[in-house]
Nanobody, 126 residues
């Protein structure tokens, strides 16, 4: 099994940038061969797709929330996936989750991801 672990969340001001990281717990497998996605969930709202990257890193897809402002990348040698967020706004405030999927097709549907992290809180103040 894969145990994603997110980090990098915090409280930032509107207009600034933040980079989230996701790696795996030593107690499980690495991200090798797994597509990795980022989702976010604000209080009272459904979990929302942000971005995903293929196992090789060659392919990426973005949800509406991430297009134009967020970048997803991975360093397979270091077993880490990044979500670089720029131009953050208060509406980006949410818990951000990293998830892994062993399939070859990139998904935006949360239920198609097998393994989930505990999330990291991002709060953007105005």
């Amino acid at each position: 099994q894969v145990h994603p672990v997110e980090s990098g969340g915090g409280v930032v001001r509107a207009g600034t940038s933040l980079r989230l990281s996701c790696t795996t717990s030593p107690s499980g497998m690495t991200f090798d061969g797994y597509a990795v996605g980022w989702f976010r969930q604000a209080p009272g709202k459904d979990r929302e797709f942000v971005a995903a990257v293929s196992g090789s890193g060659a392919r990426t897809i973005f949800g509406d929330s991430g297009k134009g402002r967020f970048t997803i990348s991975r360093d397979n040698a270091k077993n880490i996936v990044f979500l670089q967020m720029t131009g953050l706004q208060p509406e980006d405030t949410a818990v951000y989750y990293c998830a892994a999927d062993g399939g070859t097709v990139l998904h935006y549907i949360p239920t198609l991801y097998e393994y989930w992290g505990q999330g990291t809180q991002v709060t953007v103040s105005s």
